[in-house]
Antibody
Framework: EVQLVESGGGLVQSGGSLRLSCAAS????????MHWVRQVPGQGLVWVSR????????NYADSVRGRFTISRDNAKNTLYLQMNSLRVEDTAVYYC??????????????WGQGTLVTVSS | QSALTQPASVSGSPGQSITISCTGI?????????VSWYQQHPDKAPKLMIYDVSNRPSGVSNRFSGSKSGNTASLTISGLQAEDEADYYC???????????FGTGTKVTVL
């Protein structure tokens, strides 16, 4: 069974930093591309970032590029999101998600339960 | 990159069919057959219901179906059941620097 468990969320002041983690199990993590997606409570989903299977290629939404860094440790089956220069508008539930294993397709198929990040002014 | 446009709410009676639309542009929905749909119950993680416009993952009821025409994709739920009451989001791959875009979300209410 695919399991994704996020941690590291919490309350931080504007301008501060936070690192989120996502522990993966139930699948071959080292072969999977991974994503972070966020959701302001009561609002819609917004894609944040993606990393390829060996961590050598990363992509970011314009709103976080230059402030957030996605990375992974395949030996620990763990995905990370380092968030710097946090803004009030970064307040959201952050989900870790697995990219589809089907080549030639683009979507996420499994999601974690999310971790809440609150940025105060 | 703007969010894909979905109706804010759709409702139906048990047993009826409903359709949720998802409108984008030529660089996302219209340009690729990579539209997916997610179901989200309150305070739960999203669940994949449809991928690549019309494919159902294993375990998803065949009451859920997807289609696309031009820049608009659609999710149809037939034989509506109480458990289908949830928020639904579409998503598409996009050629912009933001690789994926989600829809604004639709709240489905079973009357």
């Amino acid at each position: 069974e695919v399991q994704l468990v996020e941690s590291g969320g919490g309350l931080v002041q504007s301008g501060g930093s936070l690192r989120l983690s996502c522990a993966a199990s139930g699948f071959t993590f080292s072969s999977s591309w991974m994503h972070w997606v966020r959701q302001v409570p009561g609002q819609g989903l917004v894609w944040v970032s993606r990393v390829n299977s060996d961590g050598s290629t990363t992509n970011y939404a314009d709103s976080v590029r230059g402030r957030f860094t996605i990375s992974r440790d395949n030996a620990k089956n763990t995905l990370y999101l380092q968030m710097n220069s946090l803004r009030v508008e970064d307040t959201a539930v952050y989900y870790c998600a697995r990219d589809t294993p089907y080549s030639g397709s683009y979507h996420v198929d499994y999601w974690g339960q999310g971790t809440l990040v609150t940025v105060s002014s | 990159q703007s969010a894909l446009t979905q109706p804010a709410s759709v409702s139906g009676s048990p047993g009826q069919s409903i359709t949720i639309s998802c409108t984008g542009i030529s660089s996302d929905v219209g340009g690729y057959n990579y539209v997916s749909w997610y179901q989200q119950h309150p305070d739960k993680a999203p669940k994949l219901m449809i991928y690549d416009v019309s494919n159902r993952p294993s375990g998803v009821s065949n009451r859920f179906s997807g289609s696309k025409s031009g820049n608009t994709a659609s999710l149809t739920i037939s034989g509506l059941q109480a458990e289908d009451e949830a928020d639904y989001y579409c998503s598409s791959y996009t050629s912009s620097s933001t690789l994926y875009v989600f829809g604004t979300g639709t709240k489905v209410t079973v009357l």
